[in-house]
């Protein structure tokens, strides 16, 4: 059994470089936050993604946006918003609960922090949670919209929210729609306004594309046979030793600890600490290289499912695609005619399940390798991290900017981070041309047909 693999623990301790965000002004070791909050991939708290957030929830800095020409202004601004902090669902509730009775009852161990779980630490979750928005998740987006406003204050404005031009689409699950009204409720208390109520649309097309596209139904969401990367990562040698750690640190045999066991362990440290923030008992049955681990398994997963791992994950987002880019030629169209834009902000409010495949299906986060059950050790420096591209919260907009003279420029920003568009490398800046952008992708907008792309057979004469 003790094979090359087993020399490749020891190099582990190293830390993934994490460093490289703005502003990095928190120390390493605060004492309420988890050594390994870093890790919890869409479990994850977006401070983490942004950690000058954590001393001033309210910070922005306009200067990381710099436009070609000082007379470049924006005329449209679209924003596709995950919901922010949620319950667990259902069924991660029972695996929790199942786990936490396994360490009341058989944990032998003598750590003071077992014996908090043991005798202090009440197991609060209940089924009836069922991935509701929690508080924190509603502050989460009231303060994303307030930061928002102040980094795009001629766009996010109250006169423009007075006038109805800025839209609000979602998800038409509850904490989909409690996201989009906390986002709202953050601009009506910035702005004290106090009599007018903003609606919005339902869009399950748009936000939940992902249950409508059968192919990828069939081949991918509901085919047990498609995670087979994933089923042979969590039976292989770096996910059994994370088992076999936590076994030892709670003092139970090793057989008890099953792959439930050990997700549901992560998950109470991440919930505990997404939704209360508090550094829980249960973050001590985790060290950092275990967490990278579980970091990976879960990243193996997504990128199977929602990722580059399968065409049809990202083309079952060539819907949203087309109405985003439609938005923007609509901008574009209006301006040049001299005319006001009609639509001047779009916010969506949907889920890590939407924006993961439109991130793929426009190449951000994609590595020369695939990730898969071989090449953990390989795949430490990997861009595909769910836990820097989807916390709660997390968002992607993009900007239009019309800087005269028929010169439109299209900024991308992903959790308020001006990116650039991948493979558009000819560009200096950030900033692109629109019509580079969309020369770019002219495949994709030429094509990429949600109904075509997602039919589960062709027709003998399309194959
Ligand atoms: C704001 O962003 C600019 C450009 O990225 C950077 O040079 C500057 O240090 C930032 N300011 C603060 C206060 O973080
Ligand atoms: C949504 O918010 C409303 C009021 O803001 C609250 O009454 C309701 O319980 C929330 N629903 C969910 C599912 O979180």
Sequence with gaps: MITLWGNIFIPFTIITGLSCFRHDVVPEENPNIPPIAKYFCTKGRYEEVNPYLIEDILAVNRSILQPPAPQCHEIHLTAIIRHGTRYPTAKNVKKMRKFYNLVRSSATGTHNWLR??????????????????????????????????????????????????????????????????????????????????????????????????????????????????????????????????????????????????????????????????????????????????????????????????????????????????????????????????????????????????????????????????????????????TSQMLPYAANFVMVLYDCGGGDFRLQPLLNENPVAFPGLTNQQASMPLYQDVKQHYSDLLNGCDFETECQLFKGPSEV
């Design 116 to 385: 908090e779980i043991q005798n202090l630490w009440a197991m609060w979750y209940t089924e009836d949670m069922d991935g509701r928005l929690v508080q924190k998740g509603v502050e989460d987006l009231k303060h994303l919209a307030i930061r928002l406003s102040k980094l795009f204050p001629s766009m996010i404005s109250e006169e423009k929210l007075r006038n109805g031009l800025i839209k609000f689409i979602t998800s038409s699950k509850h904490r989909c729609v409690n996201s989009t009204l906390s986002f709202q409720a953050g601009l009506t208390s910035l702005w004290d306004i106090a009599d007018v109520e903003f609606g919005h649309e339902m869009n399950d097309a748009l936000m939940r594309f992902f249950e409508l596209c059968h192919k990828f139904v069939q081949e991918v969401d509901s085919n047990p046979s498609a995670m087979t990367e994933l089923d042979k990562f969590s039976k292989g040698l770096e996910m059994m030793r994370v088992q076999q750690k936590i076994a030892d640190r709670l003092e139970v045999p090793y057989n008890l600890i099953t792959d439930d066991m050990v997700e549901a362990a992560f998950y109470l440290c991440a919930y505990e600490f997404a939704i209360k923030t508090v550094n829980s008992p249960w973050c001590r049955l985790f060290d950092e290289v275990d967490a990278q681990v579980m970091e990976y398994a879960i990243d193996l997963k997504q990128f199977w499912k929602r990722g580059y791992g399968y065409d049809i994950n990202s083309k079952s987002s060539c819907i949203l695609f087309h109405d985003v880019f439609s938005r923007l030629d609509k901008a574009v169209k209006e301006k040049q005619s001299g005319e006001q834009v009609s639509e001047a902000v779009t916010v969506q409010v949907g889920h890590a399940e939407t924006l993961l495949p439109l991130f793929t299906l426009l190449g951000f986060f994609k590595d020369t390798d695939p990730l898969t059950s071989a090449n953990y050790a390989t795949q430490t420096q990997r861009s595909f991290r």
